[in-house]
C-alpha cells in the first residue's frame, strides 16, 4: 500500500511540474491540443504509460481538451509517489 504524501510535500513536487495542481486531494492537470486527433493521441500515449508503471489516471475528453485526474486508490484516493511519478512521467509527452 501506498502512503499518502502531505500537501507541503506535493506543493514542492508540482513546482518542477508545469500546469499541475493540487486540489481536493489529486492532482490535475487540464491541456488543450490543436485537434481532436492531437487529444486522442495523447491519451493514447498516457495509457501506455499508465499501463507500465501500472497506476491509471482518470482521464476526461471533450474535443480538443484533456483533463487529468491523479490520486492513489489504495491510499484512500490521496496523493503519493506513484502519482507524482506518472505525473512526471506524463509531463514530458506533453511538452
Known sequence: MSSPLDSQAINAALKGLEGWVYQDSKLFKDIEFR???DAIAFINQVGLLAEKQNHHPE????????QLKLSTHD???RVTEKDLTL???IQLLSL
Open 35 to 37: 485537434s481532436f486527433k
Open 59 to 66: 482521464i476526461y475528453n471533450c474535443y480538443r481538451r484533456v
Open 75 to 77: 491510499a484512500g484516493d
Open 87 to 89: 505525473a512526471r512521467a
